[in-house]
């Protein structure tokens, strides 16, 4: 068989390389060509099983370019799951904005806590520690009826915080939504009407059997150390399930600091969600700290009727 010449179109050659489109375009002509619909109806010599040849194997090229196309958007989508679960500053910044306003102070006539602010469609509330309520109320009045001072951060300026009294919300059968520290430790505050809390008030509770928490979890506790209002300190989950002899709870354990004044506030998730009240640490330890898990407070809440 006679060599096969190029074959002209429009005044050029056939391109020869050119990769992918380069070679669409010469099986095209070669296809074009073989039956007579260009070249002025010439058969140039170019057979049917040299065309199919030259189709099959760009046919092949592309489906590995297709491949390699599959295997980078893989690629792309892990690294931009990889990235979503790295932790930067100004995320941190963002969720400590969001939560602060949602902490308070609670003074005693003996000591000081903290808490965090519940907004219901039922009411107003202040969910705090039993431990930071019991025996340290104030009397308000000759009837005796007991409140607790309350101090919170007032959206825009830390030095002007805003304060109330707040007492003991009664139940329905005439006793507080109390549960002692051997039992629960978790009580509960009423705001009053008139209060106006600042933009954003109101925790949201952490669903644990849609997003459990896992150990290694970054977490941010907000709260009163030592009486240093809005203080936050970071760390992550140490562990799960950790369970004290003060208590009937299940607490998650964490490294980010726990101190005095602490019990009652807030352990918080990265997206701002409440997922434990911190209750406990152990004297000399460092990195040692507990949290009443969100689905015991969850729980103790659905008996107080408060949803």
Do not use: C
Not at 38 to 67: D, F, K, M, P, W
Not at 109 to 124: D, E, Y
Not at 291 to 298: K, M, P, W
């Amino acid at each position: 068989m006679d060599a096969v010449k190029p074959v002209n179109v429009v005044g050029g050659q056939v391109p020869k390389g050119g990769g992918v489109l380069g070679r669409w375009a010469r099986a095209g002509v070669l296809a074009l060509t073989g039956t007579g619909v260009i070249g002025g109806g010439v058969y140039t010599g170019v057979n049917q099983y040299e065309q199919a040849g030259q189709i099959s194997e760009l046919r092949n090229e592309i489906s590995g370019n297709h491949l390699s196309i599959q295997t980078m958007l893989a690629q792309i989508n892990g690294l931009n799951k990889e990235l979503n679960t790295r932790i930067t500053l100004d995320q941190v910044m963002g969720v400590v904005k969001k939560i602060t306003p949602s902490t308070v102070k609670v003074e005693g006539a003996k000591g000081h806590g903290s808490g965090v602010i519940l907004i219901t469609p039922h009411g107003r509330y202040i969910l705090t520690n039993a431990h930071v309520t019991r025996g340290n109320d104030f009397q308000d009045n000759e009837a005796g009826d007991s409140v607790y001072r309350i101090k919170l951060y007032n959206g825009t300026d830390y030095s002007s915080p805003i304060q109330f009294n707040a007492a003991p919300v009664i139940l329905g059968n005439g006793q507080r939504a109390f549960s002692p520290p051997e039992e629960h430790d978790l009580a509960l505050l009423q705001i009053p009407p008139g209060v106006q809390l600042p933009p954003g008030a109101g925790v949201v509770l952490r669903d644990l059997t849609v997003n459990p928490v896992r150990v290694g979890e970054p977490v941010i506790v907000v709260g009163n150390p030592f009486s240093e209002r809005d203080s936050v300190s970071f760390g992550m989950i140490s562990h799960t399930d950790r369970q004290s002899p003060l208590n009937k709870n299940h607490h998650f354990q964490t490294d980010a600091p726990i101190n005095p004044g602490n019990s009652g506030g807030g352990l918080f998730d990265m997206q701002g969600n409440l997922i434990g009240i911190n209750t406990w640490t152990y004297r000399g330890a460092d990195g040692l700290g507990g949290s009443i898990r969100v689905d015991e407070i969850a729980a103790m809440l659905n008996a107080w009727g408060v949803k």
